[in-house]
């Protein structure tokens, strides 16, 4: 089987001088690296914005960047995921409708109902500089739980959200787990590498 | 058309309806009515000899369309700029949607909401004026036009290459520039710098004569195609090297 997520001789030089793993489909899979050491340049490079000096990523088997690594994929960057002057839910439900396929009338009211579930209702219709960071990343972690994508990379998903929230960022994350290929780059203090599968420090 | 096609141009539209980007359309009508009340003064001086009626049409028209194309190429730089330099594009290109809409969505919006205020313009000051004449209405409305798709395209274009602020300060000497060929006595009416410097005075002076005023559309309409191809190129080249 192909994995759905593969990465061969990927090198950051001088921070990575090689790396190889595979992610498979069930798999939690946590890379852990200190502050600097190439994990969002490596987001980058997965997500197919960022060419990486050699390298064979494979997302889905295709190449990162190309439509098929992109559109069962959700990617969670540690920042910048909404733009600042457009309010969150109409962000959330265009997102949601891309990542689905499906027009925005269909993922209303599962938008709708998420916000209310996860008390972000007053939150959703604010443009995205009025939020806090907690709630900026539950935002951002929304389309992980909302489309059951194959594949979800995610760059420090907990990093900012509060104490209180930490179980319901998670809650966003794990069911996905059974049928995606999650890869989590995260630091080692992150409250997610005791729910990892395999850890792999670079 | 399907969602990932219209992303760009949804998020755009959204984003130029803010207040930010529409507010300087605001400062179209007491700059049309200074404009319409200096050329009026300078007639009653005698500076610039008595009008007809179909020239007073036509001035008010190319007053608007120039204004509309000031404003609107400056905010092209600022919005392209900020738009296609931001954290937020750079991240959405990780989502399932075409990258080529990544450059036509934002142009197409602000092209959208810069024709939409060109009809709104050219409409009030006809409206304004007690009567309008009789002259070629869609000939001379579709001419006055170029110069707002010429404004946005080449906002685009500088908008990818240099920041905002500097994109609108070159592209206001390239409209002052363009302006100069209107005035047959500083500008020659041969050689190549008719076809390298934008015509936009020219079309106003010739907006009314068939098919010197076509020729100058065509013109204009060139310099918009190379600039929207060469931003185009270069945004492709962008979006790999990053």
Known sequence: MTPYISIGGYSDPPRIPHLSFEV??????????????????????????RKSVRDSIRILGAEPGSMRSREKSVFVFQTFNYAQDIFLRTQLIQKISLLRGVSSRKVKDDVHDWCERMELQDACMKYPEKLNLSQLQLFSLAPVFLTSPSVAVLDEPLRNVSTSRVGAALSLILPAVENAAVLALVQKTSPILENADRIVTI | MSGRMVFYYKSSILLLLRTRWMGPYLLLPPMLAFMVYAEAYLSAQGVTGIFTLEQRTVLAIWNASLLLTLIAGIKSCLFFSRFWGSFWFRNSLSLPVSRSSGFWGPFLATLSVATVMYFLTTGAVIAALPETGRFPWVQVLAELYVPVIWAVSAGALLGLITSGTAGSLFFIALVLLGFLT???????????????????????????????????????????????????????????RR
């Open chain 1, 24 to 49: 498979n489909r069930g798999e939690l899979v946590a890379l852990v690296g200190e502050p600097g050491s190439g994990k969002s340049n490596l987001m980058k490079c997965l997500a197919g914005i």
């Open chain 2, 182 to 240: 209107g005035m047959p006595s500083l500008y020659p009416s041969s050689g190549w710098l008719q076809v390298v410097v934008p015509p936009v005075g020219r079309i106003m002076t010739l907006s009314l004569v068939f098919p010197s005023g076509l020729m100058q559309a065509i013109i204009l309409l060139t310099h918009s195609a190379v600039a929207l191809m060469l931003g185009r190129f270069l945004y492709s080249v962008g979006i790999k």
